[in-house]
């Protein structure tokens, strides 16, 4: 059975960092791309950051270049967001996801998580 577990959201002030971390169980995931998409309250699910199965090629969204970095441990299953510069406007539900390739389009990956809270306090 495949398990997707986020972890380190949290509360945290204007202008911090915080890490998340994702790991993935059940099978290996090594060939698959791995990404985080976040939803705020009211809103639809939006695309983040993915990056593809060997960590050679990464995707952002324009709301969080320059301040957000994905990176992945394949002997851990294990992919990361690590988010600097934090605004209130990041404030979300952060999910993590698992796809054959790199994708802004949640349709596109088949394994998801429940989710993390992040929240950013101005």
């Known amino acids: 059975q495949v398990r997707v577990v986020e972890s380190g959201g949290g509360l945290v002030q204007a202008g911090g960092s915080l890490r998340l971390s994702c790991a993935a169980s059940?099978?290996?995931?090594?060939?698959?791309?791995m990404g985080w998409f976040r939803q705020a309250p009211g809103k639809e699910r939006e695309f983040v950051a993915a990056i593809n199965w060997s960590g050679g090629s990464t995707s952002y969204a324009a709301s969080v270049k320059g301040r957000f970095t994905i990176s992945r441990d394949n002997a851990k299953d294990t992919v990361y967001l690590q988010m600097s510069s934090l605004e209130p406007e990041d404030t979300a539900v952060y999910y993590c996801?698992?796809?054959?390739?790199?994708?802004?389009?949640?349709?596109?990956?088949?394994?998801w998580g429940q989710g993390t809270q992040v929240t950013v306090s101005s």
């Open positions: 059940g099978r290996t995931f090594s060939t698959y791309a």
């Open positions: 996801c698992i796809g054959p390739w790199v994708s802004h389009d949640t349709v596109e990956y088949d394994y």
